[in-house]
């Protein structure tokens, strides 16, 4: 395979988003300083991926002898399972004998990367070699599943739309696993008792403000999606509240946070929300609100709600995390339940109109006498 034929691949792809190779570089590389030998004789899968044009192929291909792999393993969707009506197959698999016209469509594709093949020393994205998936390539298959049960680290940018299907596709399989996902998907009842039970954390990178991906040329920006900057020549897009989820370990999450105690945060905070207030207590929790990760009191011993932004910044041997605010309740914290009349008051006591406020969605505060709820809060305590 000629690394030319990639590039001019990847070129000519315009309909999706990748993942830019410098942050999957940055993310990689924490877990080696954390441990050199996290790859070492090991098998890596990059479902749902783009061989082709991918960034996790071609930089997992390129450092296959420094992170000594024994397998590289990348497999793609077939263009009429992802609904591309105007697929136009790159010349790369054009000029390959095995190319047909019908399974570049119908089914997806594999590439794989064991030896040299090209017999210039060295294993790399060269050596790669790729064949039609029997099926499109979608990760729920049998032919899929069997590829996850060989290896040994599942990496990937899952679709965002199949996320909840992904994850308990890769729980399933017991295997250590880095993919990106959208921080809202902590959420998740599926997810966050994973997070709980210090089975799935947050990745070393942090991705408060979103993570960039590159996008065609033709793309069309939008409310959603607006065009903020060009970065080596090509547009990149921002994505707002994406981070990585893994099992791998790494040192950042073995971090303690450097806290003040409950009286010098209110004396000294730089929120003025707690500078000179005492800390709030939920109306339904027994717990007390903690807007911001660095107002966390190094001194209550009690439970605190704080933002899911937080768990960029846990570390497991400095907190438990309890539960979080939810109308489920699957830890069964809340000390109230609101009726729907006390909803409506709560509504029309904010906002001056009829209307409903789900009160039981999440943790409550009282705020000048009135009920107001908070944004979506994990619930911790201190390890003692």
């Known amino acids: 395979m000629a690394n030319e034929n990639l590039t001019k691949a990847k070129s000519a792809k315009n309909d999706e988003f990748y993942t830019q190779y410098h942050d ?8 080696l300083d954390y441990d050199p030998n996290v790859f070492v004789g090991k098998t890596i899968l990059l479902p749902c991926d ?4 991918s960034n996790f192929t071609k930089f997992f291909a390129q450092n296959f002898i420094r992170f000594k792999l024994k397998k590289l393993i990348s497999t793609s969707y077939a263009p009429n399972s992802k609904k591309i009506s105007n697929y136009q197959p790159t010349l790369f698999e054009i000029n390959d004998p095995q190319y047909d016209t019908l399974k570049t469509v119908s089914n997806g594709k594999i590439f794989t990367l064991t030896k040299d093949k090209t017999g210039d020393g060295k294993i790399d994205v ?8 029997e099926g499109d390539g979608d990760f729920r298959s049998a032919e899929i599943k069997k590829l996850r049960d060989e290896a040994d680290i599942i990496i990937t940018n899952p679709p965002f739309s199949l996320f909840r299907i992904f994850l308990p596709w890769i729980m399933e399989s017991d295997k250590q696993f880095l ?21 799935v954390w947050l990745g070393a990178t942090n991705f408060n403000k ?7 040329a033709d793309f069309v920006f939008n409310e959603t999606y607006k065009f903020e900057r060009e ?24 971090q303690h946070l450097s806290l003040m105690s409950m009286q010098d945060n209110i004396k000294y905070s730089r929120h003025k929300e707690i500078k000179g207030h005492d800390y709030q207590i939920y109306d339904n929790y027994n717990a ?7 107002a966390i009191p190094s001194d209550y011993n009690g439970i605190m709600g704080v933002p899911i ?18 109308n489920l309740d699957l830890y069964n914290l809340k000390t109230k339940q609101y009726t729907s009349a006390e909803c409506k008051q709560a509504y029309f006591d904010k906002f001056g109109k009829k209307g409903t406020y789900d009160l039981n969605a999440s943790g409550v505060i009282k705020r000048n006498n009135k009920l107001e709820k908070v944004y979506t809060r994990v619930l911790i305590k201190h390890i003692k």
């Open 309 to 326: 932004s937080f768990l960029d910044k846990y570390s497991p041997e400095q907190f438990e995390i309890v539960g979080m605010c939810e």
């Open 126 to 133: 060269e050596d790669l070699e790729w064949t039609y998936l």
């Open 231 to 254: 970065q080596n020549g090509y547009k990149v897009n921002r994505v707002p509240g994406v981070c990585w989820f893994t099992n791998l370990d790494h040192g950042k999450r073995h």
């Open 210 to 216: 979103g993570m960039y991906f590159k996008v065609p």
């Open 288 to 294: 007390i609100e903690i807007p911001f990760a660095d």
């Open 179 to 199: 993919i990106i996902g959208n921080m809202n998907s902590i959420g998740l009842k599926e997810l966050f008792g994973y997070i709980k039970e210090n089975k």
């Open 50 to 53: 783009d061989p082709e044009w």
């Open 24 to 31: 999957i570089e940055k993310e990689i590389n924490a877990y």
